[in-house]
């Protein structure tokens, strides 16, 4: 799903927001999100999961044309661990394949 999708299917799903208010609510909520994460915050909505920020440290790499050493400085990168309900959701809607014995027997 594309952020335009998710715009798409909000507006269909509440009729009295126009497709304009629908992309400035969804451009609104991913921008306070955003800004919650550069500052350092973790964010948590419950049932869907919770976003943090990881640290990478410094390490030794190598160019891969040429082999050579390079130092990768310490990266701060978004994390998202998905919730309890989120992933029990998913893991319910997974097709079972035909041919496998069932789960449990």
Not at 54 to 68: A, F, I, W
């Amino acid at each position: 799903m594309t952020r335009s999708d998710l715009v798409a299917a909000l507006a269909e799903r509440f009729g009295q927001l126009t497709q304009r208010d629908t992309e400035f609510a969804v451009k609104t909520i991913l921008d306070a999100m955003t800004d919650a994460l550069a500052r350092g915050h973790r964010i948590e909505i419950r049932g869907f999961g919770s976003f943090s920020i990881n640290r990478r440290p410094p390490r030794v790499g190598r160019n891969p044309r040429s082999g050579e050493q390079v130092t990768i400085p310490e990266k701060l990168v978004p994390h998202f661990k998905p919730g309890k309900a989120l992933r029990e959701s998913v893991d319910a809607r997974i097709p079972v394949e035909t041919g496998a014995p069932p789960a449990g027997g």
